[in-house]
């Protein structure tokens, strides 16, 4: 299941990234681009704009009602049945939204910190915008929200 979301949830856009779909994210106010792209691509809307959903003609789309970008989440996994799961983490540019591309250690290692390099073995890089990321800081936090999704959508 694909996506495509405007500005009303941006963070939202971030954890669908984070959890590996395929997140498309609008930022241009010509809405009818948005739908026409997400018919295109047979994308599903993501929005809290009751004007833009009620506009969405033939496109798929889901109305997020909470604010919380976390009970957002919780909406769009209950509502399509989305798999979560803690190896499609990380699969996917939180920029760019490019799948990512597992790299060898000694390509990483000119352009990571020293310390990452020496405590990391897993690195992977955006093919667009050229980012690397490693398994770090975030990843402990980013999988708790992972296991409290799985236990609160089961
Ligand atoms: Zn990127």
Known sequence: ?????????GKLVKWLRILGYDTVYWRSDDLRGLLRRARDEDRTLITKDTKLYKDKGSVKALLIREDNPFLQLQEVVRLFRIPVNKAMLFSRCLACNAPLEAIDPEEAKEEVPDYIYHTHQEFSRCP??????WAGTHYGHMTTVV???QKETA
């Open 147 to 149: 296991e409290r999704l």
């Open 128 to 133: 667009s915008c050229r980012k690397i990321y």
């Open 1 to 9: 299941m694909i996506f495509i979301a405007d500005r009303t949830v």
